[in-house]
């Protein structure tokens, strides 16, 4: 399944930006997603994302009250709306998906069978 992230930038601290991920060929309905990000010397982490099965996205704690994840399935879309952004929101953003994984295994990278390219996203004064 081909993904298209896009939507990064530079921004000041406070600012916003919306990320999009396009899921090529498959309906995004049929398929579990996610953002991921890794900082410079860090490990990917999971940002938060949609289950196959249900509406309602995931969030990590450390995003909560500050980004959204909305999915238009019309569109086979997925977006992720940043709004507060902190300089330690610096990092490539991924999304990823996959046909079959289970609700436990959602913050797991290796539980992806699809990712697209990554889009960078700076937070700096």
């Known amino acids: 399944v081909p993904l298209q992230a896009s939507g990064g930038g530079l921004v000041h601290p406070g600012g916003s930006l919306r990320l999009s991920c396009a899921a090529s060929g498959h309906t995004s309905r049929a398929l579990s997603m996610a953002w991921f990000r890794q900082a410079q010397g860090r490990e990917r982490e999971y940002v938060g994302g949609?289950?196959?099965?249900?509406?309602?996205?995931f969030l990590v704690d450390s995003v909560k009250g500050r980004f959204t994840i909305s999915r238009d399935n019309a569109k086979n879309t997925m977006y992720l709306q940043m709004n507060s952004l902190r300089p330690e929101d610096t990092a490539l953003y991924f999304c990823?998906?996959?046909?079959?994984?289970?609700?436990?295994?959602?913050?797991?990278?290796?539980?992806?069978?699809?990712w697209g390219q990554g889009t960078l996203v700076t937070v700096s004064s």
């Open positions: 990823a998906a996959s046909n079959s994984i289970i609700r436990s295994q959602l913050e797991v990278s290796s539980s992806y069978a699809y």
């Open positions: 949609f289950h196959r099965s249900g509406s309602t996205p």
